[in-house]
């Protein structure tokens, strides 16, 4: 699943240890895309790999951003995550596909 909008902010990069003693970086950023209600959508990245991506980028710019949405139960209650894996400007994204085909010649 994809997400397209304008980087309207970058939060700074929060760390941690796992229970499991292991370390942790995560940073998440908020995108406009542009809809007339609920514009605003937070993605974070965890993982240097990810967050080393992430920082080529700067509030203002357009990005495609490919995401996991999920879901889980604590004490009675459902929290979501939005979690971004691969992040584009929106000028890389538009570049790689193919351009549509006039299709002047329809049959219909």
Do not use: C, H
Not at 37 to 62: C, I, M, R
């Amino acid at each position: 699943m994809n997400v397209k909008g304008k980087i309207t902010e970058m939060l700074k990069v929060e760390s941690g240890t796992s229970k499991a003693g292991k370390e942790w970086k995560k940073q998440t950023i908020i995108l406009d895309n542009g809809d007339q209600y609920n514009p605003l959508v937070a993605v974070s990245f965890f993982g240097e790999e990810k967050l080393t991506e992430v920082s080529k980028f700067k509030e203002g710019d357009e990005v495609d951003v490919a995401i996991n949405l999920s879901s889980r139960e604590f004490d009675g209650r459902w929290y979501n995550s939005i979690d971004g894996w691969k992040i584009q400007s929106n000028a890389d994204f538009s570049t790689s596909k193919e351009p549509a085909k006039e299709t002047d010649d329809l049959p219909f």
